[in-house]
């Protein structure tokens, strides 16, 4: 499976960034697409993923602090898309998309940064 990240950029606080992942080759027909963040000094972190079963897709899943400013979608061509508004600072990190199989990631993305400043 590859993963194809894309849409990072630097932005003021408050603005909005899309990002996007293309996931090709085997990538099964039921599977999760994630993302995932790291900042600076920090451990990489689940941001939100949605999952393919069969044709359609399920979840959202999102971390607690991104419920209500980040959206998670995805569409049948295995794209799966991350609409972040009201950013704030501390969304600032490298954001990676990653495939799971069967409910571990597996493959990664090589990730796209989000810079948010004041």
């Known amino acids: 499976v590859q993963l194809q990240a894309s849409g990072g950029g630097s932005v003021q606080a408050g603005d909005s960034l899309k990002l996007s992942c293309v996931a090709s080759g085997r990538t099964g027909s039921s599977f999760s697409l994630g993302w995932f963040r790291q900042a600076p000094g920090k451990e990489r972190e689940f941001v939100a993923s949605?999952?393919?079963?069969?044709?359609?897709?399920?979840?959202p899943d999102y971390k607690d602090s991104v419920k209500g400013r980040f959206t998670i979608s995805g569409d049948a061509k295995n794209t799966v898309y991350l609409q972040m508004n009201s950013l704030k600072l501390e969304d600032t990190a490298v954001y990676y998309c990653a495939h799971a199989p069967a409910g571990r990631y597996m493959y990664w993305g090589q990730g796209t940064l989000v810079t948010v400043s004041s």
């Open positions: 949605i999952k393919w079963r069969v044709g359609s897709i399920f979840g």
